[in-house]
């Protein structure tokens, strides 16, 4: 028989309409048995009309352009979904729905059978297929209209997150955005597990659909949105050098630390680099090639980048310190000494911050040698000064003293005191209080 025009079609019983739906069908089944890189390419019109058993004539007597017939078939696609209605395994994720048992594993299982019926659409492989051919803007919109269509349909695999769990779209995030990242992320696993099937496991889906909407839904009591969640990441950089800076410092225990003399040039070229510039903006390895010194041999001797500011912050008390004036009195002098130590940690409210860490124990402490460094010796030699002068009560160590002065240092230095009131009155409170009674 003669199958070239639509006329003879009708001729033979099958009416146009037969004829145009067996060459969609024909499309269709092409694209999901053939080898996609062949099919993805394009369908040749001698394949689709062999496989509908009509000549190329009817084919394009239908279609004068394969452009035009691949539109069609996309709407065609569009037209065999299981509307109104889950897909095809929806008996097999109800009896799943309705198991008794822990949330995750019910809400893995559905996305794994989803996981296996999508692999079996057989629109999977033309939707794919399509993706190549977005540069033509009709194709591009059946596409999105088919995607979305999809999207309604399944939707209501997912209806127990809000009807059954009490939970909610975390803003800015959607119903409708939400099943479409589900929806993308399906089909990439989808064809990553066709290519690498061990690579990319049936439950994988399960794993990040459960993450997605962990993070994109909320229950109706919580009122946090997207960005709150995600403004921890803000964190990640000085929790990432809080890390690098203890690893690094483990490693250099065995490195020699710095001599005296490298200590004076280290804190001098770091004193020059703040002046020229930020502080935040230096870190060891610059500050260690500034000066010409081994980056390790920085971390043993000051522990961190926090440590080499005390050490920079207490030269400078020091100079202070040596040009102030002395009253004969120890006690008034050690006064004065502390009063000068605080103010010049809190003019850089940056390292003050910092301090916390070093109180929580969350960055290493410098090396010994550091508070060994003047001013805090004086605090020491002063108070041993006012014991030998009978100003403080006898039972009071000196050298024991010291070193918690010097710990209330590092708190009255911090933006925030833990008791709230005035920074200074805690050392002035102390010094007042180891007076010797007359």
Known sequence: MDDTTPQDDTRSGTGR???????????????????????????????????????RATFYAYWPTTDEYFRALLA????????????????????????????????METCR????????????????????????AEVAEGLRRL?????????????????????EPRPPFTDAWIQSILGAVLDGMVLRHLIDPEQMPEDSFGLVSALVTMLATRTLDDHRDTYDL????????????????SRRAEDAQQTI??????????????????????????????????????????????GSKIGLGMALLAANADEQWQLAERTGDPL???????????????????????????????????DPVIFARQPIPEIARLLEEAKQAGLIRPEIDPQSLSVSITRIVLVESAPVTVSGIAQSDSLRYLIEGIRATR
């Not at 989803?114 to 794919?128: A, G, H, K, N």
């Not at 269509?149 to 209501?156: A, F, I, V």
């Not at 403004?231 to 000085?238: C, E, I, K, R």
């Not at 870190?283 to 081994?294: H, K, L, M, R, T």
Request: hydrophobic share 40%.
């Open 113 to 136: 059978q989803r996981f296996l019926e999508t692999i079996d659409m057989p629109s999977m492989r033309v939707r794919y297929g399509f993706a190549s051919k977005l540069d033509d």
């Open 230 to 245: 995600l403004g921890t990441m803000n964190q990640w950089p000085s929790a990432g050098f809080r890390a690098n800076s």
């Open 257 to 302: 630390p710095l001599g005296e003399d490298a200590l004076r040039a280290v804190v001098g070229a770091a004193g020059r680099m703040v002046a020229e510039g930020s502080w935040q903006a230096l870190d060891i390895d610059e500050i260690a090639a500034g000066v010409g010194i081994d980056a390790d041999r920085l971390l043993r001797t000051f």
């Open 76 to 107: 065609h696609l569009d037209s065999k979904r299981p509307r109104g209605a889950v897909p095809s395994r929806s008996e097999e994720i109800s009896r799943v729905r309705e198991q008794d048992g822990r949330v995750l594993s019910i809400f």
């Open 17 to 55: 309409g037969g004829a145009e739906l067996r060459m969609l069908d024909a499309g269709i089944d092409l694209w999901v048995t053939q080898d996609p890189a062949t099919t993805f390419g394009g369908l040749s019109v001698a394949s689709v009309a062999k496989a509908a058993g009509v000549t």
């Open 332 to 366: 008034v002098d050690l006064d004065t000494l502390l009063d000068i130590i605080v103010t010049e940690y809190r003019r850089s409210p940056s390292l003050g911050q910092s301090l916390i860490q070093i109180l929580s124990g969350s960055v290493r402490l410098p």
């Open 147 to 167: 995607y979305r269509n999809y999207e309604h349909d399944t939707q209501r695999l997912n209806e127990e997150v809000h009807n059954r769990w009490g939970r």
